[in-house]
């Protein structure tokens, strides 16, 4: 039981590139998240998902786009990176939204130059 | 709307107790407490919902005031491992999803 694993843990990335980040759960949870953390700004929420093939808004969703094909996968894509978008990228999973915890996958540090 | 919280950091030694606060300007449904170690991920610690249902850890406590829309993390004799940035998160409707503050450094020194 892995939990939430992200992949990669870091990249660099030049301006105007596009990467796409992977999260995977095998908890078989119905919510996923995107957050990106940034110094003194606390976990602010991208985009998240309330099941499969469905994907919602979050506070900070410019500049990203999200697919969620499988119940298991949460893809979150950069189609032109800039240095703003510099941060540590956090995706989590719960059962349910209001009653259940989040669990979270080890972080993404990326770096835009 | 981003909850507020106090203090944005607070140095304790081993033994002494520490209160977290998390407020918000909208009615709220659900709280939520994370803690973060530096360089890990954060971890649940707790919800308090709606109503009084408390689920959450053994030795850290909380509490909600549904009416001031507030919330407190109570830790008690602390210990070095319970360092680390805590957040909340509140849930304000049905529809609406978790927003964490921008969290609470909290040092505990030996």
């Known amino acids: 039981n892995a939990g939430v694993t992200q992949t990669p843990k870091f990249r660099v990335l030049k301006t105007g590139q596009s990467m796409t980040l992977l999260c995977a759960q095998d908890m078989n949870h119905e919510y996923m998240y995107w957050y990106r953390q940034d110094p003194g700004m606390g976990l602010r929420l991208i985009h998240y998902s309330v099941g499969e093939g469905t994907t919602a808004k979050g506070e900070v969703p410019d500049g990203y786009n999200v697919s969620r094909l499988k119940k298991q996968n949460f893809l979150l894509g950069l189609e032109s990176a800039a240095p703003s978008q510099t941060s540590v990228y956090f995706c989590?999973?719960?059962?349910?939204?209001?009653?259940?915890?989040?669990?979270f996958g080890p972080g993404t540090r990326l770096t835009v130059t | 709307q981003q909850p507020v919280q106090s203090p944005q950091a607070v140095i304790l030694r081993e033994g002494e107790d520490a209160v977290i606060n998390c407020s918000s300007s909208k009615a709220l449904y659900s709280v939520h407490w994370y803690r973060q170690k530096h360089g890990e991920a954060p971890v649940f610690l707790m919800i308090?919902?709606?109503?009084?249902e408390q689920k959450g850890h053994e030795k850290i406590s909380a509490s909600f005031n549904e009416k001031k829309q507030q919330s407190s993390l109570y830790l008690t004799a602390s210990q070095l491992s319970y360092s680390g940035t805590y957040f909340c998160g509140t849930v304000h409707s049905g529809n609406t999803p978790l927003v964490f503050g921008k969290g609470t450094r909290l040092s505990v020194i030996a």
């Open positions: 989590a999973s719960s059962y349910w939204r209001e009653t259940y915890e989040q669990y």
């Open positions: 308090l919902l709606k109503g009084g």
